[in-house]
């Protein structure tokens, strides 16, 4: 269950999702109308662009599909398509090895003195298969408490524990972003730069 359904569910507020959506047919009238102002400003342009990209040739798309597997079948000896497919192979069983060793790591920093790993014919695959069990009982562990903490500073300025080592940029605000052109398409409608609409 998606977090947003959970928190609408412990605090009632997923009847207000039935409600009608009045908004929305009005926001996308502005955004029409500034989609048709771009178009409208910068037509040489965008016919101009239209005119380069008619030229180019359409770019070849080798990871779709199975193109690349065909292609090196019909063009290529059976040697080096035996080649090309242990190379595939390799690849993905590389792939398969990073994971391990990240789950191995992490599973080490885990305070328990044994993990249990269930059977698998791959042993990489139990591994995988416990590392991802593990992750979810913590998730499980901690979301009520990470919920509680939220309800307890709910409309309070307050910084949640931090998880990683990056800052958020504070100066960005999407609803002022998002607010700011349907402010302007109003303008450009002849209407009041505010949101009484």
């Known amino acids: ?33 500034g989609i048709q102002e771009y178009l409208r400003t910068y037509k040489e342009e965008i016919e101009e662009r239209d005119r380069e990209q008619a030229l180019e040739k359409p770019y070849l798309q080798t990871w779709e599909n199975n193109f690349r597997d065909e292609y090196v079948k ?32 992490s ?13 698998a014919d791959d042993w990489r ?14 998730v499980i562990d901690i979301i009520f408490d990470a919920l509680k903490m939220q309800l307890e500073h709910k409309g309070e300025r307050w910084n949640y524990p931090r998880c990683f080592d990056f800052e958020l940029n504070e100066t960005f605000d999407f609803r002022k972003m998002s607010g700011g052109r349907i402010l302007e398409e109003r303008v450009l409608n002849g209407e009041p730069a505010d949101y009484n609409f």
Do not use: C
């Open 1 to 33: 269950m998606p977090i947003t359904v959970f928190f609408d569910q412990e605090n009632g507020t997923d009847s207000f999702l039935k409600l009608e959506d009045l908004r929305e047919p009005k926001e996308e009238f502005y955004l029409q109308l």
């Open 74 to 105: 019909a063009n290529e000896s059976k040697e080096f398509y035996d080649l090309y497919l242990h190379d595939q192979r390799s690849s993905e069983q590389l792939e398969i090895n990073e994971w391990v060793m990240v789950a191995v790591e």
């Open 107 to 119: 599973m080490r920093k885990i305070p328990q003195r044994y993990i249990a790993i269930d059977s």
């Open 125 to 138: 695959i139990a591994v995988l298969t416990a590392y991802e069990k593990i992750r979810r009982e913590r």
